[in-house]
């Protein structure tokens, strides 16, 4: 049997565990901050401990069989639920949230860790996860940045002159583009563009003509 003071150092330290990525995610206001994640890690430890200690009384009794890894192995497909809560799809190709729901399923496993004992293997991960979170993703919006397509939108109020648009855009050798569309709303047609590795000084160009366009109604520029 697993003593008080096991069982105490094992949730103590998931909890410390958990409110350290936990903390990561709450400077960013995130809506599975520091208690969403002392939470899951507690749980998850205690999950652990219950499915491996939690049924030693009937253990030998005859006819029962039992698989320590049943109850844990549950975590890891239930956390999925409050994954998916913090994902939040903002508009077409931006999603929000993938890195805290990663962050949460991680947080479940090092609970199940803690729990089970492999204190080594839950400090060792809690620190990569800091590591990933906090110093790489510095790297990753630098190096993500100069392979980021920049979208424009235009907003037009006839079909002739969304075609017009279209041709301009694509007869300027200054410009790559990637992909094109247009669609129709209720009164209006939106064009909208991809470009790769466009120079700002072509971008400020090709906005100011046209919004100096009278029958341009809106142009939005973004990622």
């Known amino acids: 049997m697993i003593t ?7 949730l103590t330290l998931a909890a410390l565990f958990g ?5 990561e995610r709450e400077r960013k206001n995130w809506a599975a901050g520091l208690r969403t994640h002392m939470l899951v890690c507690v749980g ?25 890894s049943r109850i844990a192995a549950q975590v890891i497909s239930g956390i999925g639920f409050i994954g998916a809560g913090t994902i939040l799809f903002l508009r077409q190709g ?10 949460l399923w991680t947080v479940a496993a090092i609970g199940l860790a ?24 510095p790297l990753e919006k630098r190096f993500s940045e100069r392979f980021k397509q ?10 002739s002159k969304s075609l017009q648009v279209v041709n301009k855009v694509f007869q300027n050798n200054d410009l790559k583009v990637s992909s094109c569309s247009v669609d129709k709303t209720d009164n209006d047609y939106a064009v909208s563009f991809s470009f ?27 990622n």
């Open 4 to 10: 008080w003071t096991e069982i105490l150092i094992r």
């Open 19 to 23: 409110a350290i990525i936990g903390l």
């Open 44 to 68: 998850s430890a205690l999950t652990m401990m219950v499915s491996a200690y939690g049924f030693m009384d009937i253990l030998g009794t005859k006819n029962v069989v039992l698989d320590p």
């Open 94 to 103: 931006i999603v929000r949230g993938l890195t805290t729901a990663a962050g």
């Open 114 to 137: 803690t729990g089970g004992g492999m204190y080594f293997a839950a400090s060792v991960t809690t620190t990569l996860v800091i590591i990933i979170l906090l110093i790489l993703q």
């Open 150 to 159: 920049k979208g424009l939108k235009i907003i037009i109020s006839s079909e």
């Open 196 to 222: 790769k590795n466009i120079h700002n000084k072509h971008l400020s160009q090709l906005i100011n003509d046209f919004q100096s366009d009278a029958d341009i109604k809106e142009v939005i520029w973004g």
